[in-house]
């Protein structure tokens, strides 16, 4: 069955260490997503990308950036880690125009990052 | 821009109770909606969504909304709730027809099914 993997699932690190969080999709989904989520404000987009070589930011992309080299990767980097970026991070790809199903993002099960 | 407000950041109700779990957007434009359920330490599943035709939308687990256009909501809602129902429930709004895939998401609403 097609998946989206994430990892590492949880993960401790120090302010102003450089972070990279992996995503895996096996859906061939040409669109993929980066969000964060903490109490009191939901899921927050922070980069997406809509093909190979195609990244944009989200509307909480600072001190974050993604880049995309095949369809089934979009890891996340963290260039120096802040405090205020604890958080879980959960990625999510969907379909294209013209596809079934296009209109639906499928969710990873999400990263627990702690930034001390 | 669109935007999506959950009333309700938490609703405690009985087992065997009917829930109602509240969603507006604002948009200017046709929008697609979507009810996600996330469970304890879980990712975010698909429950329903409104696309177009009927307003009367049925999800999993026994879960239905009611897109009403006039009123600009998508309210969530359930006859007869289990303990497995307790989790997290967000409300999000997507604008595909102006050809981008992003979503906005709600707050969330926190359910918890009470004994």
């Known amino acids: 069955d097609a998946e989206i993997t994430q990892s590492p699932r949880h993960k401790i690190t120090e302010t102003g260490r450089q972070v990279t969080l992996a995503c895996h999709q096996t859906w061939n989904h040409n669109n993929m997503f980066w969000y964060r989520q903490d109490l009191g404000h939901g899921l927050r987009l922070i980069h997406y990308?809509?093909?190979?070589?195609?990244?944009n930011k989200g509307e909480v992309s600072d001190g974050y950036s993604v880049s995309r080299s095949n369809t089934e990767d979009l890891p996340l980097t963290l260039e120096s880690a802040a405090s205020s970026q604890t958080s879980v991070y959960f990625c999510a790809s969907s379909g294209d125009l013209g596809t079934s199903g296009v209109e639906t993002q499928y969710f990873g099960p999400g990263t627990r990052l702690l930034v001390l | 821009a669109q935007s999506v407000t959950q009333l309700d950041s938490q609703v405690p109700v009985f087992e065997e109770a009917p829930v109602e779990l509240r969603c507006n957007y604002s948009s200017s434009v046709s929008v697609y909606l979507f009810w996600y359920v996330q469970y304890p330490n879980q990712g975010l599943q698909l429950l329903l969504k409104?696309?177009?035709?009927?307003?009367l939308v049925k999800g999993i687990n026994g879960f239905e909304a009611e897109f009403n256009k006039s009123q600009t909501s998508f309210h969530l809602r359930k006859p007869s709730v289990h303990i497995s129902d307790t989790a997290e429930y967000f409300c999000a709004v997507s604008d595909l027809a102006s050809g981008t895939y992003k979503y906005i998401f709600g707050t969330g609403t926190r359910l918890k099914v009470l004994a």
């Open positions: 990308s809509y093909g190979v070589q195609d990244t």
């Open positions: 409104y696309l177009s035709g009927s307003t």
